[in-house]
């Protein structure tokens, strides 16, 4: 994080180039501020205009790093635009009103605040971990040195407005901006100076020399933009004041621990080395020194040398670039793709060169394609597009406009990535397996905080998280049965199928139940036994809030039910008005529950596991939820105060449908979409079995058409993108894919659809035919909706009635029984060492004899 980031308020052209040396600077939208070419900008939208997304996107494509937008903004874009570049603008008072959603849309925020409150600064820090946080105070003084560093210690940084910073002396109205920036530096050396890299702007950062700096040094390097350094000899040392070889600071950064810098220059005249070399650590090499070689040929090169020659013949430049292009696109082993590569950059940099491009030029380019959030589709142009087997096609995510559409008519087609099992390499085939990497352990940090304060303080914890994430003030996080009608009261028809859910889902899980005791005599007067009980008490985690999941409930309730479990606690978010929605709490009913839990997210996982003075402690807890539910049923789980189990590790959501020649492109189309609306990480896999060119291209446009059609197209435009069409050869060889892949739905669009079935191994649930669609177990076919994701269905079973009955064992042995056995039990308990074993066996064999 920078030190502080100035807000610019004038044209000053010196302070302005100053500042950019430095780090960010913010601008507004409205403002006609100039800056150079290398300055990072933020973008300041804090004006009373109206929402207009593609003004954004334009100033980000502009190569704007981050924009600040206000909180109304954000609700429209949230999940739209990357995370990374947006920072919210908040007032003081309004903290509280972002959301969880919000919070992980953004990577920082600027809060206006009329005085600096470190308690206050702190407690956003906790709410905005691992995010940036910066600090606009409304007051018309400057900061100290003293405060800017007490903010950094708080996690947070200082904006400064232009008004506030000058490059002249230090006063009570302004401070000068070398002082500012050393505030938040601590050397850890006697003489107080800090060592400093200073690299080649561009070329790679490449070393350059290692000297000190300090804080005349530092100031004077940031108002003038030459680098000066201090020498622990001689004083001030401003490079190049005698041999010319003066250098132009770019950038100045403090390292990770802010006790040593990096100066960012151009270097000018024979190079930094006191021995006339670019760098104290030798020669430049690679594509600076090709550089280097390049320009001096551009003026020196004799005459009838090649490299003349193509200086001054643009079209033998021009046929070696293609010549060089096409044999990279044709070479195979990783040397030649090397050695190819190697002379298209050449011939590449030659042009470049020619026409007065530098490679700070090119690494310019790169860096402001690399901020732009919009893409071309990335097709070929006609004269060198070819159909090319195993190819995959990027079609990048594209940004919407103003309007809902792409930018771009080829754009706004929604579609998946192409491979083909007959080609690629078992290395790339691995990673069409993979799933977006959870960071189990960062997210385990965030929720432990949050679990162990429900466990300590109970319901006061409860309540206060209620408060903050859900936005519900309550008096009681709990309703025990039985339930007030009025908190029940539902349409005709979703009672109506709610019911027959009902009866669908129980008829099925009451099938599972093992009633009976299992009795086999293994020996003559030896009887061992194993009889099913159910879990006694069970949480059932319903995720909610502004969505009604009566599913969900019906999906964990009715095999706690069938099971027998004794206590049943439902735990699903309220509204903002405290209440839960009507058909959950109609469920809940339905399945005897015995508690309903107004809470969500990881406080309601770590009531239900610990126990508050409201709240039943259960034996273990089912049901999905986000990454912060399943963090803390991943934690409490590992805690043996909680002595709680929970069902299986969840994930996004899965499908994966094997479609032949005789699937229905839109029904296979629906299936996809049917999971790929769930999230933007939702994982969709279609594996086409054999299909035509024109085949897979009616499920592409069917999958395009019906996405566009859809309410939720913004996350299905994502996720779809990031998805995947396998092409197989058999199905055989599909089912073999799937099984490796191991997903949580598996939808078979086949000719002998159930000829199939047994080849899988491993799914969570498998949807036979083309009348099977996955949305049918989700809510009411009989099967369990609650399945193995991120492929865990290689180990885990589904939710089912025995998750929650546990099976015990019992054994009776006859003393006839005793005499045949006991022997045995002795010789191998004397094997082991463990004499009072032995002893429980011949005690009574003794006994038996006498």
């Not at 320009?295 to 033998?316: C, H, I, M, N, V």
């Amino acid at each position: 994080m920078s030190v502080f980031l100035p807000l610019l308020e004038s044209a000053d052209s010196a302070l302005v180039d100053a500042l950019g040396r430095i780090g960010p600077v913010i601008v507004s939208s409205l403002a006609q501020v100039p800056v150079s070419e290398t300055c990072r900008r933020y973008i300041l939208f804090d004006h009373d205009s109206s929402f207009n997304l593609d003004e954004i996107v334009a100033f980000l494509d502009g190569g704007a790093e981050k924009v600040i937008i206000p909180v109304a903004w954000a609700k429209e874009i949230a999940g739209t635009l990357p995370a990374d570049r947006i920072l919210l603008l908040l007032d003081v008072a309004n903290v509280s009103a972002v959301t969880d959603r919000l919070r992980e849309g953004v990577s920082g925020v600027l809060i206006k605040t009329p005085a600096l409150d470190l308690d206050l600064i702190s407690s956003v820090m906790r709410f905005f971990s691992d995010s940036s946080a910066y600090v606009l105070p409304t007051t018309p003084e400057p900061p100290s040195q003293s405060t800017i560093r007490e903010i950094l210690g708080a996690k947070a940084a200082l904006v400064l407005p232009t008004s506030q910073l000058t490059l002249g002396a230090s006063t009570k109205e302004q401070i000068n901006v070398g002082d500012a920036f050393v505030s938040g530096l601590a050397s850890d050396r006697p003489d107080g100076l800090f060592p400093t890299v200073v690299s080649s702007y561009p070329h790679g950062g490449k070393s350059l020399g290692l000297v000190y700096s300090s804080v005349e040094s530092i100031k004077e390097s940031i108002a003038t933009g030459k680098g000066v350094y201090q020498s622990r000899k001689h004083g001030l040392w401003r490079k190049g004041e005698t041999s010319g070889a003066t250098q132009d600071v770019v950038y100045i950064h403090s390292d990770c621990d802010s006790d040593a810098l990096e100066f960012s220059v151009i270097q000018n005249g024979s190079g930094f080395c006191h021995l006339n070399r670019p760098s104290c650590f030798g020669q430049l090499s690679g594509l600076s020194a090709l550089e280097k070689t390049l320009q001096s040929r551009l003026s020196s090169a004799p005459e009838g040398s090649y490299t003349k020659r193509l200086f001054s013949d643009e079209a033998l430049l021009r046929s070696k670039i293609m010549e060089e292009a096409d044999e990279l696109c044709r070479a195979e082993t990783k040397e030649e793709v090397a050695f190819e590569t190697a002379d298209l950059l050449y011939f590449a940099l030659t042009r470049c060169v020619a026409a007065g491009v530098s490679l700070a030029d090119v690494e310019r380019s790169l860096d402001k394609k690399a901020k732009k959030v919009t893409r071309r589709p990335g097709h070929a142009k006609p004269q060198f597009a070819q159909n090319v087997t195993g190819s995959a096609p990027a079609h990048p995510v594209a940004v919407p406009s103003g309007n809902g559409k792409l930018n771009g008519a080829d754009t706004d087609v929604i579609r998946m990535r192409t491979y083909d099992l007959s080609v690629i390499p078992k290395s790339e085939r691995s990673q069409l397996l993979r799933r977006p990497v959870l960071k189990s352990d960062e997210m385990l940090s965030k929720v432990k905080p949050i679990v162990e304060e429900v466990r300590i303080r109970g319901d006061a914890a409860l309540l206060e998280f209620t408060a903050k994430f859900d936005k519900a003030k309550l008096s009681s996080p709990v309703m025990h049965a039985p339930f007030p009608e009025e908190t029940m009261q539902i349409e005709e028809s979703v009672r109506q199928a709610i019911d027959k859910a009902y009866a669908n889902i129980r008829k099925f899980h009451a099938a599972q139940t093992e009633n009976s005791t299992l009795k086999v005599e293994t020996m003559p007067g030896v009887v061992c036994s194993r009889f099913a009980r159910p879990v006694a008490r069970v949480g059932l985690y319903v995720p909610g809030g502004t969505a009604i999941l009566p599913s969900t409930a019906l999906m964990l309730g009715i095999p706690a039910q069938v099971a027998g479990c004794k206590e049943i606690v439902i735990a699903t978010p309220p509204k903002a008005d405290g209440s839960i929605s009507e058909e959950v709490m109609y469920v809940a009913k339905l399945v005897g529950a015995s508690t309903v839990l107004k809470a969500g997210g990881a406080q309601a996982v770590a009531a239900m596991a610990y126990g508050t003075q409201t709240v039943p402690k259960v034996d273990k807890i089912f049901g999905p939820g986000n990454q912060w539910v399943t963090a803390a049923k991943m934690l409490v789980q590992n805690d043996t105060d909680a002595l709680v189990s929970i069902d299986m590790p969840a994930g996004p959501s899965e499908v994966l449908v094997i479609a032949d020649s005789t699937g229905n492109p839109d029904f296979v189309a629906a299936d996809l979409l049917s999971q790929a609306e769930h999230g933007i990480d939702s994982q969709v896999v279609l594996v086409a079995v054999d299909l035509t060119s024109s085949q897979l291209d009616a499920i592409e446009k069917a999958v395009d058409e019906q996405a566009k059609a859809l309410p939720r197209v913004d996350i299905v435009r994502q996720s779809v993108a990031k998805s995947i069409i396998v092409k197989a050869s058999s199905v055989e060889e599909a089912v073999q894919f799937s099984n490796d892949y191991a997903p949580e739905h598996l939808i078979l669009h086949l000719k002998e659809a159930s000829q199939a079935v047994p080849l899988v191994e491993n799914a969570g649930s498998v949807f036979v035919g083309p009348y099977s669609p996955e949305s049918c177990g989700d809510y009411a076919s009989g099967t369990n909706h609650t399945l193995p994701t991120n492929g865990y269905a290689r180990q885990f079973s589904g939710v089912n009635t025995l998750s929650f009955q546990k099976h015990i064992t019992s054994q009776e042995v006859s003393a006839e029984g005793l005499k045949v056995l006991g022997p045995i039990v002795a010789t191998l308990a004397d094997c082991e060492g463990l004499d009072a074993h032995a002893n429980a066996v011949r005690i009574r064999l003794r006994q038996i004899a006498n």
